[in-house]
Structure formats: structure tokens, C-alpha cells
């Protein structure tokens, strides 16, 4: 079946570091991938999606390319801020899958000051 | 404001007793589910539904019902919870089922089985 499989948190970052979280998946067809964020007391929000191989997903600083070779999806930023403080979850959804998300077990990051 | 709502937030309750959470989206959705969240396991899936009157299990449905009356509303029922029930409960809902369009997600309920 579909898997995600992200790193291990919690991550612990200096405000204007650089971030990876790495993300791949395994999975029978094509699927979309997406990255969600979750802020403490709250629900997930979408950050960012790619819906095809070499597309690139980016929002709000964060992005992610779809690595079909490599069936990876890593997100970055370039400098991140402590009101990035949040969860992060890899997620895919097969096409013709009834829209469900396989979701990783989420990484958590801590940006200090 | 487009948004996915589910009542209660928190709730402690005992074993057995039967309880139901409410979910609602304003967005006109065809397709909603339901997830619960436990540390080291991510999301995973409990039900879900493709439109009005159409559930179907996910990858956890054991000990939940559902169900679809309405586009805007799917409850989750649990007949007689378990303290394996304890945990954090998402719903979702998206445009459609088919188009891996992003889910929309509530804020969460907490539910504890004592």
C-alpha cells in the first residue's frame, strides 16, 4: 500500500536558518503530494502541493519539487522565522483513490531567536 | 468565511457511554471525511464520504459509524467508546472525491475515554 515516510522531529532551528524536512513516499500510480502544517491548537492547513513529476509546490517561502525519480518531496526554506514554529506533515493522494490522504507521521520544528 | 466546524472541541468521557461529534462545512462539498491523530502515527483515515447518502471505510472504522443526510454535515458516532478511542479527531471535506483538489480541515476534537 501508499506510505509516507518523513524525518524524525523535533527539529530545532535558529531564526534565518535553513530547513529541509525530508519527505518520500512509496506508492502505486501517480499521486499528488502536498504538504500541510499544523499550529499548535489547530487543524491542517494546505501549504503547498505538486501534482505531477518535476512540478514545484511553493508558498509563503516554502518549497517542494516533486522528485519522481527519487519518489521524494522535500520542503524548504530559506530562512525561517519563529512564527514557523509548527508540525509538518508529507501527505499524498492517489488519483482514482478516493481522495484520501496518506499522510507521514509529521515533524515538528522549533525556531528559536 | 469558508470553514469546516466540529463540536465539541474537547470532551472527557467514560467507556461505553455513546457520543457523537459533529461536523459541518459551509463550502458546498461533495466529499468530507474523518481522521484521528495519534502520536508517531500521523493522520489516518477513519471514514469517508463521496456525496450525500455514500460512506465508506477507511483505513480505521472499527468501533465508528457515520453518516451523510446532508451535503453540509457528517457526524461521527461512536456506539460504545474504548479508551483505544482516545485521541485527536480531524474532520476534512474538499470539492470533490475524484480531483485530489486539497482537504479543508476542522480545528480538531480532542476525545478522551476513560
Known amino acids: 500500500g501508499d506510505s509516507v515516510t518523513q524525518m524524525e522531529g523535533p527539529v530545532t532551528l535558529s531564526e534565518e536558518a535553513f530547513l529541509t524536512i525530508n519527505c518520500t513516499y512509496t506508492a502505486t500510480g501517480y499521486p499528488s503530494l502536498f504538504w500541510y502544517v499544523q499550529y499548535p491548537g489547530e487543524g491542517l492547513q494546505l501549504l503547498l502541493k505538486?501534482?505531477?513529476?518535476?512540478d514545484k509546490g511553493s508558498n509563503k517561502g516554502f518549497e517542494a519539487t516533486y522528485r519522481k525519480e527519487t519518489t521524494s518531496f522535500h520542503l524548504e526554506k530559506g530562512s525561517v522565522q519563529v512564527s514557523d514554529s509548527a508540525v509538518y506533515f508529507c501527505a499524498l493522494s492517489e488519483t482514482g483513490g478516493g481522495n484520501k490522504l496518506t499522510f507521514g507521521t509529521g515533524t515538528q520544528l522549533k525556531v528559536e531567536l | 468565511e469558508a470553514q469546516v466546524t466540529q463540536n465539541p472541541r474537547y470532551l472527557i468521557t467514560v467507556t461505553g457511554k455513546k457520543l457523537t461529534v459533529t461536523c459541518s462545512q459551509n463550502?458546498?462539498?461533495?466529499?468530507m471525511s474523518w481522521y484521528r491523530q495519534d502520536p508517531g502515527l500521523g493522520l489516518r483515515q477513519i471514514y469517508y464520504?463521496?456525496?450525500?447518502?455514500?460512506?465508506d471505510k477507511g483505513d480505521v472504522p472499527e468501533g465508528y459509524k457515520v453518516s451523510r443526510k446532508e451535503k453540509r454535515n457528517f457526524p461521527l458516532i461512536l456506539e460504545s467508546p474504548s479508551p483505544n478511542q482516545t485521541s485527536l479527531y480531524f474532520c476534512?471535506?474538499?470539492?470533490?472525491?475524484?480531483?485530489?483538489?486539497?482537504?479543508?480541515f476542522g480545528d480538531g476534537t480532542r476525545l478522551s475515554i476513560l
Open positions: 464520504s463521496m456525496n450525500v447518502e455514500v460512506t
Open positions: 463550502m458546498n462539498h461533495e466529499y
Open positions: 505538486a501534482t505531477k513529476a518535476d
Open positions: 476534512a471535506s474538499s470539492f470533490d472525491g475524484y480531483s485530489n483538489q486539497p482537504q479543508h
